[in-house]
């Protein structure tokens, strides 16, 4: 639709095999100039009857994260709102992801680059009610943190990242207190050897919480691997 790539939503009916027609998420920006108007990488999830949908989204000469909530997620000429920091930092963000809870809040992380330093690092926000507040998941930046795999996990949002932090690409998982994440990563891929290379974290858990899948990619013998944890205490 338009001169840009646009993300959509197609609504399949029970038992549906084709979805009778989709709709754009925000199609407010199809007016602007071609690399403004473009959306990317679209993540979804739903939660209680509502429809969450977040992308990258470049109306504001750079990648921002962009997001809408709704039952009736459709809307064409609504702006969704900006979740990633209103500031005027350039920011180059990636790889959005949902994560969501029983008491009915949403928790959307993200990677980014800003102000062109060169260092990606994780951010988000979090949904409660129709309130988004902004959340910065790293607390200290020495290395690269990549590609988040946020979940809901005993009680708590865990989100798991490719960590750089000790000069070998690992995974680590970072939990969010009544005050942030107030730690860095803590080494949840259960492999001690060294080098190690790690990638593309994903992470999910039974409805309850109690136990759960990480999956990554693993290159340590030359090959790319899937690597997976099932049903134990991530990072014990």
């Not at 959306?39 to 750079?62: C, E, F, I, K």
């Not at 039952?71 to 969501?100: I, Q, Y």
């Amino acid at each position: 639709t338009g001169l840009a790539p646009e993300v959509r939503l197609a609504r399949y009916p029970a038992n549906a095999r084709t979805a009778p027609s989709s709709c754009a998420i925000d199609g407010s920006s199809r007016d602007l100039p071609r690399t403004r108007a473009s959306q990317y990488q679209p993540a979804l999830t739903s939660l209680n009857g509502l429809v969450a949908v977040a992308w990258l989204d470049g109306r504001n000469a750079d990648w921002e994260v962009h997001a809408r909530v709704s039952r009736s997620p459709c809307d064409e000429g609504t702006v969704a709102p900006r979740v990633s920091m209103t500031d005027d930092t350039e920011v180059l963000a990636g790889n959005p992801a949902w994560a969501t809870s029983p008491d009915g809040r949403l928790l959307l992380s993200w990677d980014e680059i800003r102000n062109r330093l060169g260092f990606h690092d994780v951010n988000g926000a979090q949904w409660q009610s129709g309130v988004w507040t902004p959340l910065q998941l790293s607390p200290t930046l020495t290395r690269p943190r990549y590609r988040p795999a946020p979940v809901f996990k005993d009680g708590v949002f865990q989100v798991y990242v490719q960590d750089l932090a000790s000069n070998r690409s690992t995974i680590g998982r970072m939990e969010l207190g009544a005050l942030g994440f107030p730690a860095d990563p803590v080494r949840a891929d259960g492999v001690q050897e060294a080098p190690v290379s790690l990638h593309h974290p994903r992470v999910a858990v039974r409805l309850a919480g109690a136990v759960g899948v990480l999956t990554y990619e693993d290159t340590r013998d030359g090959h790319r691997r899937i690597r997976g944890h099932a049903a134990f205490d991530f990072g014990q």
